[in-house]
Structures are given as structure tokens and as C-alpha cells.
């Protein structure tokens, strides 16, 4: 989805953008730190989409019982965080993994049209 363009947006589009752009932030911190942690998230996973269903769900279990069990695997400065003036300071997670950095644009441009429509029900 993309956000609103332009200086004069309503409120509804200003709580949109805001929304928006809190899920992507979320979105990021999350596959930044599984990627960070779980090194075999690097690369593409050249298998079956059976077995990397499987992978991807053993690294997220992983991470929820290292979450539950440790009190020192996940700290309030691996996430990004917004300061009272609402700039972001990057999480701890940034500077240990570089590989999504390099991931292009997977798809068409015909996706921006289904965005827009789907955004604007």
C-alpha cells in the first residue's frame, strides 16, 4: 500500500499515512531482527515451498520460546523507537544485518492500482 501524496490531506488521510507508515516500521523491525538472528534469512532459502514454510516457522517459534525464556535476547534498543519529537531512532537490529538492503522491487507496477483500491474502500 502507499500512502497519501500531497500537503493538503484530511484528517482521516494524515491518521492513514501515520498508520501506514507505524505497520511498515513494525513490519521492518520484525524481519530485521528475525534476519539479524536467524542467519539462514539471509539469502534467498533455494528449496521447496514446503521446507521453507517450514524454516520460516521454526525461526518464528524459535524466536517467541527466546522471547519467553530470556530476558537479554530481545532489549527495548533492538526496535526502533520515536522520540517526543517524533523522529525515529534506529533499533540495534540495523546495524547487524545488511541483507535486506539489497532486495529490489519484486513485482509490477499493477500492484499500486490494487493498493489504491483496496485503500480507498
Not at 72 to 82: L, N, P, V, W
Request: with cysteine.
Amino acid at each position: 500500500m502507499k500512502p497519501y501524496q500531497g500537503v493538503n490531506l484530511s484528517t482521516e488521510e494524515k491518521v492513514f499515512n501515520y498508520r501506514l507508515s507505524r505497520a511498515r516500521r513494525i513490519i521492518e523491525n520484525v524481519f530485521g531482527i528475525l534476519v539479524s538472528r536467524f542467519r539462514v534469512l539471509e539469502k534467498p532459502i533455494l528449496t521447496n515451498l514446503e521446507t521453507v514454510d517450514v524454516i520460516i516457522c521454526t525461526c518464528c517459534a524459535l524466536h517467541n520460546w527466546l522471547r519467553k525464556k530470556s530476558n537479554s535476547y530481545i532489549t527495548a534498543t533492538c526496535f526502533d523507537r520515536e522520540d517526543e519529537q517524533g523522529n525515529i531512532q534506529p533499533g540495534s537490529w540495523r546495524s547487524q544485518i545488511h541483507a535486506l538492503q539489497s532486495i529490489g522491487n519484486q513485482g509490477s507496477n499493477h500492484s499500486a492500482e490494487i493498493a489504491r483500491e483496496k485503500r480507498e474502500v
